[in-house]
């Protein structure tokens, strides 16, 4: 059995659907700051198997203690913890609390536990704005924003207690920019308030619930003058930490892997293939570049294809396409 934290959230919900499809049974904790409970019933209606929720906080080693006691828990997969670049920027402390502490306060209940197997969900932004292109796993640590630096604090505590303990079983997964939804149209991406991230402010502007897509910096050395990313669909990054957690259970040891597709888009490029998804025109508004955000980057993912026998393989009309059916969905069940 898998323990899931922040499998309520984006990223975790569309990991206990992948896992669930590898066959896998799992319990998520997820403390709903940033999603919703009705998550789990969608999930059931996905997975196969049982998904059972606790609601919680992965700084509550007692609950975790509890957690681990009541299941028989050989892995954990670790999503839990705030990921706005713009905001860490106005509220560090919360991020390294939530992120660092969240992370040593698992590691503590799961050594009680001796449970030594854990995917750590990782960042693109440990990079900060790289040196060169395409990314590779030895590029140097150079994070812009807390968020980014909370991300190295936990993978330089985890690459530490690696080497003091070697039976732990570790996986850092840095990947780039997830977007999508599951092609069920029934989980995605579901942002409280306004959208930090892309996507789903270009789906809310396509909807017609916002006027227009705030482009923060068009004067970037890139190809159009906005920002570069390596979108990668999460159901492709879902698929990865399956693999991650396979090769671990397999080879054992401290595994660092990029997820991504190896290519860049810009905002104006993922704003017109939205237009094309949706059949709708979207207005863009240029406005300042965010403290923290960097020009372009993309992953080398070619470890991760070598290493995990992995590979993206949904591309940027599907991505939008997947974004728009579940955008659509919430609209119609709101």
């Not at 980014?148 to 990947?175: C, N, Q, T």
């Not at 892997?257 to 190896?262: A, E, P, S, Y």
């Not at 960097?294 to 294809?305: E, I, T």
Request: hydrophobic content about 40%; some cysteine; proline content about 5%.
């Amino acid at each position: 059995m898998i323990l899931v934290t922040g499998g309520t959230g984006y990223l975790g919900s569309h990991a206990a659907v992948a896992l669930a499809t590898a066959g896998r049974e799992l319990v998520i904790v997820d403390n709903l700051c940033n999603s919703s409970a009705s998550v789990i019933g969608r999930l059931k209606r996905l997975c196969a198997c049982d998904v059972q929720f606790i609601q919680g906080d992965v700084r509550d080693t007692a609950l975790l203690s509890e957690i681990f006691l009541g299941h028989d828990i050989s892995a954990v997969m670790h999503f839990a913890g705030l990921k706005a670049v713009g905001e860490s920027t106005e509220m560090p402390v919360d991020y390294f609390d939530n992120n660092v502490n969240g992370t040593i306060q698992l590691l503590v209940a799961m050594r009680r536990a001796k449970i030594k197997t854990l995917v750590f969900s990782s960042s693109a932004t440990v990079y900060g704005d790289p040196a060169t292109l395409p990314i590779t796993e030895d590029c140097p640590f150079a994070p812009t924003s807390p968020y980014g630096r909370s991300k190295v604090f936990i993978e330089e505590i985890l690459a530490d207690l690696h080497r003091a303990e070697p039976d732990w079983r570790i996986a850092r997964l840095r990947y780039f920019n997830p977007v999508g939804a599951h092609e069920s149209g029934l989980i995605g991406e579901d942002p409280a308030g306004i959208p930090n991230n892309l996507m789903p402010y270009v789906a809310q502007v396509a909807l017609g619930s916002r006027n227009a897509v705030n482009v923060f910096g068009t004067d970037y050395p890139t190809r159009d003058g906005t920002g570069v990313r390596d979108y990668i669909h999460v159901m492709d990054l879902a698929e990865g930490h399956v693999a991650a957690l396979d090769h671990l259970e397999q080879a054992g040891g401290l595994l660092t892997v990029n997820l991504g597709t190896g290519q860049g888009h810009s905002v104006l490029e993922v704003v017109k293939a939205f237009e094309r998804a949706s059949n709708r025109p979207i207005p863009c508004l240029a406005a300042p570049r965010r403290k923290g955000d960097v020009a372009q980057y993309w992953a080398d993912p070619s470890l991760a294809n070598t290493l995990l026998h992995w590979q993206a393989g949904r591309n940027l009309q599907q991505m939008c396409a997947d974004t728009w059916r579940w955008q659509l969905n919430m609209a119609d069940t709101s």
